[in-house]
């Protein structure tokens, strides 16, 4: 006796409805950081322009790219919420991953061209009106704080949100950075901070672009939650009475906050259908309570399986290459 449970058997009990609501209780909040940061840009850049700071235009340019950041994780939002159809088994979970890796990529390339116009300007930093780039700095810094104040309950929810966490985070080392240079030009004339300046926010910015590219591409490739131990599972998944072995465990992401499982697991003698299921009942209900895994798809078998002698054989050569 062969029983196979799909994905359907395997989805958690509410998980739908439970997205619809922390959509819901996070969109408010993108908006506003997203109309806060969006404004401001503005603000910052004709700043920069009107004082000479490329540290206010560094940070505008990241506040730019955060903005923008911030309507890819609105959309995203607005996907996850859609319902599995035909062509899209599991909805579009994903959507929020792909959000994220945007926005990375974005924020990136800002901090790149950042550190690119302030190495030009290292050799001879133009002079610039150190007390309005304070001024503009400050408030730049408390839209920031206001930002990450608002985003800060929601950074662990997935990738998508993080990411916009992040961004407010290093926007306000970022406005600090800049608030320094104008104090540097207005107490000291000394021009060459500014540049220095850009250039350590240029280096906060892709360093965090790129640890956001590493996690939403590590997801994108399915690979393993790093915070799931594959023996562990193995371990409690045989504290089931009657499952005898487990093994062709796999473990991927189907979004940052969503991990699927698939399984061989054995049972004792020759169960019928309704007593694996039963079985396989209580393995989903312990992978949801105890590693919060939320799809399991489960092969119960009597006897474990064995591969065909070709595929056998394949993989006896492959070893021995």
Known sequence: ????????????????HGRGHAADAVRSRLVLVALLNGGFVAVEVV???????????ADAAHMAS????????????????????????????RSEVLAAQANGLLTGAAGLWVMVEAVGRLSQAPATEGLGVTLVALVGLAINLISVRLLFSLRHHNLNLRGAFLHM?????????????????????????????????????????????RATTHVLLEGAPG?????????????????????????????SDSVALSAHVVLDGEPTLHEAQVVGGRIRELL?????????????ECHRCEPPAGVAEMNHHAGRA
């Open 66 to 93: 955060d903005a923008g950041g911030l309507i890819l994780a609105l959309v995203a939002q607005t996907l996850v919420l859609r319902p599995p159809s035909g062509r899209h088994t599991y909805g579009l979970v």
């Open 169 to 213: 985070a290093a926007d306000s080392a970022g406005s600090v950075a800049a608030i320094v240079a104008g104090l540097a030009a207005l107490v000291g004339s000394a021009y060459w901070v500014d540049p220095v300046a850009s250039i350590l926010i240029g280096v906060l910015v892709v360093w965090s672009a790129w640890g956001l590219l």
């Open 288 to 300: 949801h309570e105890r590693f919060a895994i939320e799809h399991a798809t489960l092969e119960l």
């Open 47 to 57: 700043g920069g322009l009107a004082f000479g700071s490329l540290a206010l235009l």
């Open 1 to 16: 006796m062969d029983g196979h449970l799909g994905p359907g058997h395997g989805h958690a009990p509410g998980r739908d």
């Open 227 to 255: 915070h799931l131990d594959r023996d562990q599972l193995t371990a409690a998944v045989l504290e089931v009475p009657t499952v005898v072995d487990v093994h062709h465990l796999h473990l991927w992401f189907l979004a």
